[in-house]
């Protein structure tokens, strides 16, 4: 079952995964915009705009708000700093279990110089 924190990551990830999305943030992360504005140009139905609104919302990557009749969309990056973290640990650990390796092989190979 996965924990609350890996909920949150798959969320992010998957909100990113989608080129429509990754477009919608670099215009928010300009400044805030109404929804008919970010809407405008794709050329993709305003309900499947909405669509992708939502799971950038899942992922805490925007927030919403309502001013009179219109909602304004704002970028939170928060959920992008947990990303780069969750990588640089996987950066990490990679890295270590291929030196292990490569000093494996590197004794090995110094062991059959040697006889």
Known sequence: MP??????????????????????LRRLARGEARITDLAEPFAISFNSVSKHIKLLERAAL???????REYIL?????????????????QA??????????????????GKVRK
């Open 3 to 24: 924990t609350p924190r890996s909920e949150t990551l798959d969320h992010t990830l998957i909100a990113l995964a989608d080129p429509t999305r990754r477009a919608i």
């Open 62 to 68: 925007i927030k919403r708000r309502k001013v009179g």
């Open 74 to 90: 704002q970028f939170k990056p928060k959920p992008l700093d947990e990303v780069q973290a969750w990588i640089a640990k996987q």
């Open 93 to 110: 650990f990679w890295a270590a279990s291929l030196k292990a390796i490569d000093d494996m092989l590197r004794e090995e190979d110094e």
